[in-house]
């Protein structure tokens, strides 16, 4: 399984980006799947999570209201669209695919998630 996330990059606060990621080598539908991130000096945090049909969402408080998780599996691809950016939502983005299929018992849990990306940088400037 492989996993390219793209979309990242340098904006001001307030402004929107999208991210992707692609998946590979994998049976994309019957899976859950997340975005992560990093900030510098901090822990990996859960941003989004959907279920494999999609139907169930996930959201961290932080990004509630301003971050919208889709997937298109027709194109095996997720995506996290980004509005309002702040800049404490700098971070390394990573997407991950869950390790059993169909429904997971935790969609915000790391353990949850066996294949990750290898991340795409986000700046958000004041």
């Known amino acids: 399984v492989q996993l390219q996330a793209f979309g990242g990059g340098l904006v001001q606060a307030g402004e929107s980006l999208r991210l992707s990621c692609v998946a590979s080598g994998h049976f994309f539908s019957n899976y859950a799947l997340a975005w992560f991130r990093r900030a510098p000096g901090k822990d990996r945090e859960v941003v989004a999570a959907?279920?494999?049909?999609?139907?169930?969402?996930y959201y961290a408080d932080s990004v509630k209201g301003r971050f919208t998780i889709s997937r298109d599996n027709a194109k095996n691809t997720v995506y996290l669209q980004m509005n309002s950016l702040k800049p404490e939502d700098t971070a390394v983005y990573y997407c991950?695919?869950?390790?059993?299929?169909?429904?997971?018992?935790?969609?915000?849990?790391?353990?949850?998630?066996?294949?990750w990306g290898q991340g795409t940088q986000l700046t958000v400037s004041s």
């Open positions: 991950a695919i869950s390790g059993v299929r169909y429904y997971v018992s935790n969609l915000q849990a790391q353990n949850t998630y066996a294949y």
């Open positions: 959907i279920s494999w049909r999609g139907g169930t969402t």
